[in-house]
């Protein structure tokens, strides 16, 4: 179904964004922002940061820690989500134009509705005001944590930026989305110390650069590739074809689950041993698996099914860390 057809259907009575004569109630419109800021999704990335302390600490950090550490995350995943539907508006608004943005069924990025700034749900104006708000919050928690987090987090919102750009420029603007997922885990890190590990961090950065890559971004682009096409974009199933594009995938899910393997020894957390096959049981469940099947089949909805599956990856890491952590 359509994210068009959506906002015919739906969208049309519970945001009335831009219906004459019709008011919108504050649901409805808290309901495009977050729509906006691909709250769901952002949700879920939030435990990128708690899985990334908590293989640091080992334990559960303070209280004021973890309350500003869950408003920080929050406010700077809303902002830079909605930074993406902001610099990109003029080109999704050219794809809502000719293709009606369509989207695979249970999109987990299209909770809501899809890119409401680019069908007009939202203007311009209320979409920079919204992104900058919480864009502020999450600035002045991470200078609180820690002004490493701040520098961390300005850092990401210029990726972003700089992905989005990149759109009809290079299929490797890839690796500069993989930049951008890893820093809420990095600024994590310097949230609960000042002085981390060296290799520690790099391999961090390395597990969830390659978790993007293969289980997010480019899985994001296989189903919006034939738009993409006629948009002229440069992504990897765009410019390298299915087959290329599965093999990206398969490599790099697989150096996630293999670095997720090497991080037990580099971190300083105590963590039972069960941490090493349920690594392998949760990276083989949501990752592997789904990506073998889409290598296989080259179907677009097994694309979404792979990103939808692996956008669970960091929660359910983080619960293993957790409970790895307790039982040691």
Known sequence: MSTASMANSSGANSSGAN?????????????????????????????????????WLGHVPSAPVVILGLITAFAGYTAVYALNDVVDYRVDRKKFQSRGLETTANDLDSVFVRHPLAQGLLTLRESILWTAGWGLVALVGAYWLNPLCALVFLAGCLLEAIY??????????TAVSGGVKTAGGIAAVFAVTSHPSAIFLVLLFLWLFSWEVGGQNVPNDWTDMEADRDMEAQTIPVRLGTEKASQVILRSLGGSVFLSLLLYAATPAVLHALYLPG??????????????????????EDASALFNRASYYPLCMFLLVTVSAFWA
């Not at 691909?38 to 940061?49: I, K, S, V």
């Not at 989005?164 to 603007?173: I, M, N």
């Not at 392998?280 to 677009?300: E, M, N, Q, T, Y």
């Open 164 to 173: 989005c750009l990149l759109l009809r420029v290079s299929y490797l603007r």
């Open 19 to 55: 219906t004459p004569g019709v008011n919108p109630s504050g649901l409805a419109r808290l309901k495009l922002f977050m729509a906006l800021s691909r709250t769901p999704h952002g949700l879920l990335d939030m435990a990128t940061p708690a899985l990334a302390a908590m293989l």
């Open 279 to 300: 690594a392998l049981l949760v990276g083989g469940v949501l990752l592997l698996l789904p990506a073998w099947k889409l290598h296989r089949s080259k179907k677009s």
